[in-house]
Nanobody, 121 residues
Framework: QVQLVESGGGLVQAGGSLRLSCAASGSIFSTYAMGWFRQAPGKDREFVGVISRRSGVTSYADSVKGRFTISRDNAKNTMYLQMNSLKPEDTAVYYC??????????????WGQGTQVTVSS
């Protein structure tokens, strides 16, 4: 059974940093690209970034480029999202997902339960 579990969310002041983790079960890391999405209240789920399954190639949304970094540790079946220079508009529930290397949510087969990130001004 594939399971994704996010952790590391919380409350941080604008300009601060957080690191999210996504622990995966099964053979997910050897099969899928891993992505991060976020959803703010009243808004659609938004692509944040993705990392390829083997080479570690990453892609990011323009809104987070230069501030967020995705990495993965295949030995630990864990993906990370390092978020720096956080802004109030980064406030959202953050989800990790496993699927095809894509900015489109429908291309991801498996999702975590989400972790709340709140950035205060």
């Amino acid at each position: 059974q594939v399971q994704l579990v996010e952790s590391g969310g919380g409350l941080v002041q604008a300009g601060g940093s957080l690191r999210l983790s996504c622990a995966a079960s099964g053979s997910i890391f050897s099969t899928y690209a891993m992505g991060w999405f976020r959803q703010a209240p009243g808004k659609d789920r938004e692509f944040v970034g993705v990392i390829s399954r083997r080479s570690g190639v990453t892609s990011y949304a323009d809104s987070v480029k230069g501030r967020f970094t995705i990495s993965r540790d295949n030995a630990k079946n864990t993906m990370y999202l390092q978020m720096n220079s956080l802004k109030p508009e980064d406030t959202a529930v953050y989800y990790c997902a496993a699927g095809f290397h894509s900015p489109t949510a429908s291309n991801y087969n498996y999702w975590g339960q989400g972790t709340q990130v709140t950035v205060s001004s």
